[in-house]
């Protein structure tokens, strides 16, 4: 019980921690964190040229073993973001002439993680979000590398909240962090053009409440016949984004969808006069409003960028970490695109804040984990401003521009000044956006208009499943009984808490 205790504590540093780094917040290549898959790399593609002046001097003749690196791009990523990672894998192989570099494409889930661990084909690196990694330290499902990242000198830039997700009761540390990320609002501004939704300076008329979200929604319908918002209800999907909603109508605190009692129980609370309001609200954005996307129970993560990204939806509930999804991905000009705080509610302004790790095998030795993260520091994801931590950085950031991704600063996801002022630089060296569509979410963590929150503190991914199923329920049935389908969920993940954590 302590270990839930903890972790909760834990989750409330880190949004503390990303609240404090928020004027350097932005993209950060990747996918937004749990529970929609992680993307295969922090880095996309790049002219050949972006990495010559990564170094091909031998850094160790010794160090013999073999990686696979599961954070390698699929087969169907652009011809240049391979290019990149054969770069990479080059220069690696360079520097460490005995290491034996294997890509892997890998698209981690905790469903078809967990027999892969078990059965020893694992990827030797693998990029979980942050829901999970004490679910798989706890069942022995990670590898242990605290004594590699301390042959690497890393322990020391570690903040303390990443090192308790990280790490253990007894300090063994079995991932380090990636990546941050902060749900927002996904503006496809073409169709807020095409439904006249745009100021006098020429910007979008973002929402900013949920109930201007779904006026604004009614009217771009109305006005070009496309869903004024896109959602994601298949999978755990719609759970995720509704728990978002429902803070901002006031599931916080003793209203909370989990609460736990003084003597240490977990109780289920989806039945609160704000939780029901918050999925009364939903309902209403399909039979009252009309915004939603016709297949709303079918669209995942993937579908819902690519509907705002073709044009097929004007809004969708995303993170600064996905913004190369629909523009680079679908191919909506980085000029048609915005991000913006999530709305406010009548309860509050609330934005989900998580991340994605890298993290080991549980097979992994110290020597591949020490040529895991020579990889990873190459590739300018290891806090070093070095020649070549550099080129690999400006090869990621000259890549997102070429292909039509917009070019960000990150969530500094270290402890090291240094390195974030350097991330910096270089985002500003190849930045091509208009910095109007994205500073009012930037603004909304250091003007105190948003509160960052972390996800649910237990067993978050049973909750969305559960959640979901009551989403669905009543986008697709006009006289379904809302309290009705809470309160059997309710009982649902009541049952569950109390099979796995209230024994």
């Given amino acids: 019980m302590k270990k839930f205790i903890r972790f909760l504590s834990v989750i409330t540093a880190l949004c503390i921690l990303l609240a404090a780094c928020s004027s350097e917040t932005a993209d950060t290549g990747?996918?937004?964190g749990s529970p929609p898959t992680p993307d295969t790399s922090n880095t996309s593609a790049a002219p050949p040229t972006e990495l010559e002046d990564i170094s091909g001097d031998v850094i160790d003749a010794d160090l013999t073993c073999t990686i696979q690196l599961g954070n390698w791009?699929?087969?169907?990523?652009?011809?240049?973001e391979l290019a990149l990672f054969e770069g990479y894998k080059a220069a690696m192989e360079r520097q460490y002439p005995n290491v034996t570099v294997i890509p892997s494409y890998y698209s981690y889930t905790l469903a078809n993680y967990v027999p892969m661990a078990k059965g020893g084909t694992a990827p030797t690196l693998f990029q979980?979000?942050?829901?999970?990694p004490q679910l798989l330290i706890g069942q022995d499902l990670a590898g242990d590398v605290t004594d590699a990242l301390k042959q690497f000198g890393l322990l020391d830039k570690f903040s303390p909240s990443f090192i308790e997700l990280l790490g253990d009761e007894n300090g063994r540390i079995y991932g380090l962090p990636r990546d941050g990320y902060v749900l927002g609002l996904h503006i496809n501004i073409n169709l807020f053009e095409e439904a006249g939704l745009m100021t006098d300076d020429g910007l979008p008329m973002f929402p900013k409440t949920l109930q201007e979200m779904a006026e604004y929604g009614q009217i771009i319908r109305e006005k070009t016949g496309k869903a004024g918002l896109v959602f994601p209800a298949s999978e755990t999907y719609g759970g995720w984004l509704y728990t978002n909603i429902a803070w901002n109508f006031g599931a916080v605190g003793e209203n909370a969808l989990e609460i736990q009692n003084a003597d240490g129980r977990w109780v289920a609370n989806f039945t609160s006069d704000a939780a029901v309001a918050a999925m009364e609200y939903l309902k209403s954005l399909r039979w009252e409003y009309d915004i939603l996307n016709a297949d709303a129970t079918t669209?995942?993560?993937?579908?819902?960028?690519?509907?705002?990204?073709?044009g097929e939806a004007a809004m969708n509930f995303a993170a600064d970490d996905s913004v190369a999804e629909p523009t680079a991905g679908k191919g909506l000009a980085v000029d048609?695109?915005?991000l913006i705080p999530f709305p406010a509610g009548p309860g509050g302004a609330y934005a989900l804040t998580g991340g994605t790790c890298f993290m080991f095998a549980p097979n992994t030795t110290?020597?591949?984990?020490?040529?895991?993260?020579?990889?990873?520091?190459?590739?300018?994801?290891?806090p070093y401003v070095t020649d070549d931590t550099v080129a690999g950085m400006r090869a990621g950031s000259a890549a997102k521009r070429e292909r039509g991704a917009p070019v960000l600063p990150p969530i500094p996801a270290w402890n090291d000044a240094e390195f974030t002022a350097m991330q910096r630089q270089i985002a500003e060296e190849y930045a091509n956006v208009d910095m109007r569509l994205y500073n009012d979410f930037f603004d909304s963590f250091t003007?105190?208009?948003?509160?960052?929150?972390?996800?649910?503190?237990?067993?978050?991914?049973?909750?969305?499943?559960e959640l979901t199923a009551v989403v669905?329920?009543?986008?697709?049935?006009e006289e379904s009984d809302v309290h009705r389908q809470l309160e059997r969920a309710q009982e649902r993940f009541q049952e569950y808490l109390d099979d796995e954590i209230n024994r």
């Avoid at 979980?128 to 999970?132: A, G, I, K, L, R």
């Avoid at 819902?304 to 990204?309: C, D, Q």
């Fill in 366 to 382: 110290i020597d591949e984990a020490v040529a895991s993260l020579a990889f990873l520091k190459l590739i300018g994801m290891l």
């Fill in 30 to 32: 990747g996918v937004t």
């Fill in 447 to 465: 003007d105190g208009s948003i509160a960052l929150k972390g996800e649910e503190p237990v067993f978050a991914q049973q909750l969305y499943r």
């Fill in 336 to 338: 048609k695109f915005a």
């Fill in 472 to 477: 669905q329920n009543v986008i697709t049935r």
């Fill in 299 to 310: 669209t995942d993560w993937a579908g819902a960028h690519s509907a705002l990204g073709t």
């Fill in 73 to 80: 791009p699929p087969d169907t990523a652009p011809a240049a």
């Fill in 128 to 132: 979980p979000p942050f829901t999970d």
